[in-house]
């Protein structure tokens, strides 16, 4: 297995996600900068967590713009698996690759804590250790995660099962129908709100997020 993170300037989850990739797939992935233009052969790509450039313009807009997401965006038009956490999500819908926008919470306020999601599909290379209709605990940590589409996209995302992950008992940022993560139509894209690299042993407070990257061992 070949992962990747990519590092945007103030990314603040890079080193999280490398520790679970690391911790649970049992190899080091590459951390590549922005700035590159090109990226080794890989089998996954992990676009992380934080505040990529200052979360300046809209969060995610700079960082969709930057060399490496050409590459990025045609590996995974050719199959490579991306996973977008938090901030990688908003990269991953600036850049095109996933359907929708993310806004402003509906409060306004920053949230920062443990959720409920229902694992809504476990048909994937990000969620088949899981049980379909599973509910999990996840933390999340975001100003902008209130998911936003057009009727017609939302129904389209519910009709063909690429709502990967679902808000329960409580949705913490506004998101339409509760949505907390969704797949690319090829379903080897997958971008959520939520930091499953933040909870990977009980030491963090929990393991529910270990079976993440559990799945994409058994996957690639």
């Known amino acids: 297995m070949k992962p990747a993170v990519i590092v945007f300037p103030a990314s603040n989850c890079d080193r999280d996600a490398a520790v679970a990739i690391e ?15 090109t990226l080794p052969e890989l089998d996954l790509i992990v676009i992380p ?11 995610g807009a700079m960082a969709a713009r930057s060399p490496v997401m050409r590459e990025v ?4 038009n050719r199959g490579t698996p991306v996973l ?9 819908a600036e850049a095109g690759l996933l359907p929708g926008v993310l806004m402003m919470n509906a409060d306004l306020k920053f949230v920062c804590r443990d959720v409920q999601l229902r694992v809504e599909s476990s048909q994937s290379l990000f969620t088949n250790r899981y049980e379909a209709g599973e509910t999990i605990t996840i933390p999340v940590a975001h100003h902008e995660g209130n998911y936003f589409a057009d009727e017609a ?9 690429r709502v990967a992950f679902r808000y329960v008992n409580g949705n913490p940022n506004g998101s339409q129908r509760d949505i907390a993560g969704i797949f690319n139509e090829a379903r080897n894209v997958l971008g959520m709100m939520p ?3 933040r909870m990977i042993e009980p ?10 990257f559990e799945s994409l061992v058994a996957s690639l």
């Open 73 to 76: 965006v045609e590996r995974a």
């Open 49 to 59: 967590g934080g505040f990529s450039f200052g979360d300046y313009l809209r969060c």
């Open 84 to 92: 977008g956490i938090c901030n990688g999500f908003q990269v991953l």
């Open 195 to 197: 930091h499953p690299e």
């Open 153 to 161: 996209t939302l129904d389209e995302l519910e009709q063909s099962g």
């Open 203 to 212: 030491a963090l407070g929990g393991s529910d997020g270990a079976k993440m």
């Open 23 to 37: 911790k649970i797939c049992g190899v080091k992935p590459q951390m590549v900068w922005h700035g590159d233009s």
